[in-house]
């Protein structure tokens, strides 16, 4: 009887000496933290990086260049990580490395250069919100971006945010992926009258397609402004009545805006919060 006690005793005690062991293992090792993870705000589900810091995205990087330096950056600090470990609901696919004209390497996202805001002191913090109407937080769904560049049609001449000539900045929709988004002035509200049934000149003005359900939009922008209507068999997005296409002739490219000019000014303007709903 006594070799049974003492048998228990002895396995009660290496029980406990195991577990304190693995207790003492899992102290030296955490969990490990994603580099880029998703993290809830008062804005929602944002990508936060160091310490669940707030990430952004500046507009005028709509090219896939950093446009911030200097004393931009020093209130913008740049987010580098080589190859970053993701949290949950982020693709590495999405990721990716540039290296800035000062020679610092930055992480983007699906093209987009990413920053801290030196404002936030904690995580959840987004005080960096639609500065300047310009700075956005990072999110991984954006169904459209803001850009903010000079406008060049396809005539190679500058224009400004109304269709006429000049020089500056203006502040227009893209695509996720900085694809220029315009709208068509002889369209009425929610009605396609560009694209033909047979879609053969689609290749042209390409509808811009979407799922019936409209993801996440800068808060600069009104979610209330989109929606989407069925044209000629295809979902499109519209925005204040205004069916929204690409030109076909930006082959493409991030914030390409040749499509302003053609075939004058003004028939295939570029959108943004000061455009005029579409007429009925």
């Known amino acids: 009887m006594k070799t049974f006690v003492y048998s228990r005793h002895w396995l009660v005690g290496m029980t406990l000496l195991i577990v304190t062991l693995m207790g003492c293992k899992d102290d030296e090792n955490p969990t490990t933290v994603s580099d880029v993870s998703l993290g809830m705000t008062s804005l929602g589900n944002v990508m936060t990086g160091a310490g669940g810091k707030t990430l952004y995205f500046f507009a005028p990087d709509v090219s896939g260049v950093s446009s911030c330096s200097g004393g931009c950056k020093e209130t913008w600090p740049v987010f580098y990580k080589e190859n970053p470990s993701l949290g949950t609901g982020l693709k590495a696919a999405d990721f990716a490395t540039i290296t800035r004209a000062d020679g610092d390497k930055q992480t983007t996202y699906k093209g987009w250069p990413l920053y801290y805001y030196k404002n936030d002191a904690k995580a959840g913090d987004v005080t960096g919100e639609n500065i300047g109407n310009v700075w956005s937080v990072a999110k991984a769904n954006y169904t459209v971006m803001l850009a903010s560049r000079q406008l060049v049609g396809n005539d190679g001449k500058n224009y400004t945010f109304d269709t006429k000539e000049g020089t500056g900045s203006s502040i227009f929709l893209t695509d996720s992926l900085g694809r220029t988004l315009y709208a068509f002035a002889p369209d009425k509200f929610k009605k396609n009258t560009y694209t ?85």
């Open 196 to 280: 033909k049934a047979d879609l053969s000149n689609n290749a042209t003005w390409p509808i811009f397609e979407t799922s019936s359900t409209i993801g996440e939009i800068p808060s600069a922008l009104a979610k209330t402004d989109f929606a989407t209507i069925t044209a000629v068999g295809k979902t499109q997005l519209t925005y204040k009545g205004w069916p929204l296409y690409y030109f076909g002739a930006d082959q493409g490219q991030r914030g390409s805006t040749k499509g302003v000019s053609v075939p004058r000014p003004g028939v295939w303007p570029v959108v943004n919060a000061t455009s005029p709903v579409a007429p009925n």
